[in-house]
C-alpha cells in the first residue's frame, strides 16, 4: 500500500465516502499521527500570517487510489522568485525577490512579496495579507529562500 508522504496537496477528486468534506481541487494536509496510527488527511481551519492552520474532521487515509490522484505541493514559506513578474495594468516584482508562499482553499499558490517599510524602527520585512494566486509553472521554480524562525520568547 503506497501511501503519500506527509505534506500539502491539492485534491483533484472527493474523497470516496467523504465527499462533503473532501471536495475535489482542494487544499489538503497528509499527515501521520505521531503515536504511528493510520496517516489521515485533512482540510485548513484558519489562516493566520498567510499560513494554514489544521482544522477538523481529520479523515483516516484509507482510500490509497484517491491518494495516487493527490497533486503534491510546495511547502508554505519564504521563497525567491526565479523570474521578474510583470503585472497587467502596470508594476512588477524582481527576480530573486523575496516572496511568502501561501494557498488558497482550492490549493492554488499565492504569492505575497515582501516589503520593508521605511517608518519601521525594527530592520523587518513584512507581507501583505494580499497576494498574487500564481499558476502551477511558476509554482514548480519558485527556489526555497532559508529565512531562520526566531521565537520571540526567548
Given amino acids: 500500500m503506497q501511501l503519500p508522504d ?24 497528509v499527515g501521520v499521527p505521531t503515536n504511528g496510527g493510520l496517516p489521515f488527511v485533512v482540510r485548513p481551519g484558519a489562516n493566520r500570517k498567510n499560513r494554514w492552520f489544521w482544522g477538523e474532521p481529520t479523515i483516516p487515509l484509507r482510500a490509497v487510489n484517491w491518494a495516487e490522484s493527490l497533486v503534491k505541493l510546495p511547502s508554505e514559506g519564504f521563497y525567491v522568485l526565479p523570474e521578474e513578474i510583470s503585472f497587467d495594468g502596470g508594476g512588477r516584482w524582481l527576480m530573486n525577490a523575496i516572496v511568502q508562499l501561501g494557498y488558497n ?8 512579496i515582501a516589503e520593508q517599510h521605511e517608518a519601521e524602527e525594527k530592520n523587518i520585512l513584512s507581507f501583505s495579507e494580499r497576494g498574487r494566486v500564481i499558476d502551477d509553472n511558476l509554482l514548480k521554480r519558485l527556489n526555497w529562500a532559508p529565512i531562520l524562525p526566531v521565537d520571540t520568547d526567548e
Avoid at 491539492?10 to 487544499?27: H, K, S
Avoid at 482553499?105 to 505575497?112: A, H, S, T
Fill in 105 to 112: 482553499e482550492e490549493g492554488r499558490g499565492i504569492l505575497f
Fill in 6 to 29: 506527509p505534506g500539502l496537496y491539492r485534491t483533484t477528486t472527493p474523497y470516496p465516502g467523504r465527499e462533503g468534506d473532501i471536495t475535489a481541487n482542494c487544499l489538503v494536509y
